[in-house]
Every structure is written in C-alpha cells, then in structure tokens.
C-alpha cells in the first residue's frame, strides 16, 4: 500500500517551453502532498506544500510564478515548471503524506537544453 | 537551526554490518526516518521510528535513538551488494510554520564491496 507516482519519469524540452510533472497516490487519498527538488549529489529541498483544494505554500526562494503547483484532487498533484531554464534542470521528487508519513514518487528528470 | 547531518560515505564489505548515524537539532521532532535512494530512483521508506522509542528493529534493519544526545543510527545486519545506495535520514517537524514537513540530511552513500 501506499504507493506513489510521478510521470513522466523523464522529460528533455527545450529552453522557454514549460513542463508539467504529475504525482499521484494511487491507494490512498492525500490531502497533502509535497515537491522536492534534488541536485546532484546533495539531499532534497522542499519547494512546496501542495494542500487539496487551496493554495500551495512555496518555501522561501522559490518561486510560484515560476513553479506553479495544482492540488485538484485527494489523489493528484502537479508541478508545471514555467519558461523552464537549463539552470531548471533538475530531479523533481514529490511525496504523499498518508498516516503521518511521506510516501514518495519515483521521481522525474527534467533536462531543459 | 535545522541541520540534519550524517556522513557522506561509507564503505563495507558484503556480509559486515553497517551504521550510518545521523544527528539532528529539534528536539521536538515526534518522528524520525530511514530512506533508501537507489540510483536515478525516489526514496523508499525503509522505516522510522517515533521519539519516545530507543529502538526499533525490523528484519535485518535496527534503528537506535538516543534523544539525550539527537542522535539516530541505522544498522543493517548482513549488509549485501543490493544495500548500495544512498541512505538519507529525515526528523519530522514537531512544531512552528513547517510543522509536519521533513527536514532531510544529504544522504550517506553506502557502497558495499562483495
């Protein structure tokens, strides 16, 4: 149980078009899910709290405009990478919270050229 | 602060034990976490343990706490080739804005040498 996905698991684009990551629990409701980004060879940073139906909540330094997050659903979250950048390259993780623990998506590889 | 920290690197032979320790600075944390990252992977749950707990054991993995000194070390017994891989510790928030959220150490690669 409590599992999680993210598609795709990889995407190349070109520089100044946008992608969308999408991360699903796929057994359980989550009302709040949360994204990662991970740099080479370094620990995750939380970017955003994403909360059904309301708001994500971005950390500091990231930012929303550029990042835009959609909790539509208890069972979907997405991350749309706007005008995305080579420096937006990135491994973009999200995870689930499903009885007071995070559950994680396999990930996706964003490769702006 | 928040810092999470743990080793980078560690390195043992097939069939030794591992442990990988890890420090960590809120002492109001109510639960603290293993995951295991595998190369170009997410992070799997390996298994976690609640504050008021000094141990936890499940199969080949034995988690200790020691709350005194914010210090948690992971245990892998009989540790194989497939143990590879990137082992990040995490606390859970206790109180404050982020309440609830993660706070991750960078991780400490374990390679196993058969």
């Known amino acids: 149980g409590a599992v999680v996905s993210q598609h795709p698991s990889w995407v190349i684009c070109k520089s100044g078009t946008s992608v969308k990551i999408e991360c699903r629990s796929l057994?359980?409701?989550?009302?709040?899910m949360f994204w990662y980004r991970q740099f080479p060879k370094q620990s995750l940073m939380l970017m955003a709290t994403s909360n059904e139906g309301s708001k994500a909540t971005y950390e500091q330094g990231v930012e929303k405009d550029k990042f835009l997050i959609n909790h539509a659903s208890l069972t979907l979250s997405t991350l749309t990478v706007t005008s995305a950048h080579p420096e937006d390259s990135s491994f973009y993780i999200c995870?689930?919270?499903?009885?007071?623990?995070?559950?994680f998506g396999p990930g996706t590889r964003l490769t702006v050229l | 602060g928040e810092d999470v920290e743990q080793s980078l690197f560690l390195s043992v032979r097939e069939g030794d034990s591992s442990v990988i320790n890890c420090t960590y600075t809120d002492s109001s944390s109510t639960y603290l976490y293993w995951y295991k990252q595998e190369p170009g992977a997410g992070l799997q749950l390996l298994t976690y343990?609640?504050?008021?707990?000094d141990m936890k054991q499940d199969q080949r993995l034995t988690v200790l706490l020691n709350k005194k000194d914010k210090h948690l070390s992971l245990r892998i017994a009989d540790t194989q080739t497939g143990d590879s891989a990137i082992y990040f510790c995490?606390?859970?928030?206790?109180?404050?804005?982020?309440?609830?959220?993660?706070?991750f150490g960078k991780g400490t690669k374990l390679s196993v040498k058969p």
């Open positions: 995870s689930a919270r499903y009885q007071d623990t995070q559950y």
């Open positions: 057994d359980f409701q989550a009302t709040t």
């Open positions: 995490a606390e859970k928030k206790g109180y404050g804005g982020s309440q609830g959220n993660l706070i």
């Open positions: 343990i609640f504050s008021n707990m």
